[in-house]
């Protein structure tokens, strides 16, 4: 799923190519995409685009009239510009924006149909897709340890709360943990002030990081390529590569359609956390720690 630097580079794409520009036309070719009838979508052609905002993992396009598009990638969603008088891409797209001078598509790879797109009104109806949780940069550290402390997760289930923090997920917490040499299965309600500093420290880092290396990335284009899994990320991803600050293999508990990579000795103290399907399975013979994983073989 795009993260803040992922639709943060999306979003200073859009304002480049489309604030001041017309949407003359929008075609929606999955029945699936849009969620809202209300004003119709036809309503929003001809319209002028006055801003484009960021909401979480959500991208706005505002128009004139108070009228908003809002955008959810989810897992596969991803957006593709091509400029007019060049040949959009066949791939199939779900969503087809047409302005003045090119032209915006919404893909989605795979079956399942996730992603979504609404045309609301007004800014209360916008406020209405904010999930709530605060955003971590312009935030104080005692704003981010209050949010922190307000409920009792674990770090990553923490992080990845968007009525928490915004942004955040499954790919970035991985590494803002490792940063932050922290346990992703800590509590929130056992964490000291030291680590919590460590750990407001790495969001701070980690987002910045990202965001300049993927705007870098893009070169003033608009971002294609994009993905959870970048080769220069330490340890999401990357199960049983080295880890860059000690060289142990990373380690990896799934669960659903997610999972949750870390390093054993920079974050869990060589404690192996258990995979719940995998040490069910192994019982007595699942490794308590990385040296007895080691023994293994």
Known sequence: MPELPDVTVYLEALEARIVGQRLER???????LLRTAEPPIESAQGRRVNEVRRI?????????????????????????????????????????????????????????????LHLIRGEEALRQHDPGGIEVLPSTFEQFAARLRSENHTLKRALTDPRLFSGIGNAYSDEILHAARLSPVMLTSRIDDAEIARLYAAVREQLQLWTERLRQLAGGGFPEGVTAFR???????????????????????????????????????????????????LKDDWPRDIDALDRQG
């Open 26 to 32: 929008v075609l929606i070719r999955s029945p699936f």
């Open 56 to 116: 979480g993992k959500r991208l706005a396009i505002g128009l004139e009239g108070d009228l908003w598009l809002v955008f959810h990638l989810m897992i596969a969603g991803r957006l593709h510009w091509f400029d007019r008088g060049t040949t959009p891409s066949k791939r199939a797209a779900l969503a087809r924006l047409e302005f003045d001078n090119g032209v915006l598509t919404l893909t989605e790879a795979g079956s399942k149909r996730r992603a979504s």
């Open 231 to 281: 080769k220069d990320m330490a340890v999401h991803g990357r199960f049983r590569q080295p880890c860059p600050v000690c060289g142990t293999p990373v380690q990896r508990i799934r669960y659903a359609e997610n999972e949750t990579n870390y390093c054993a000795r920079c974050q869990t103290g060589g404690r192996l956390l258990a995979d719940r399907s995998l040490s069910r399975l």
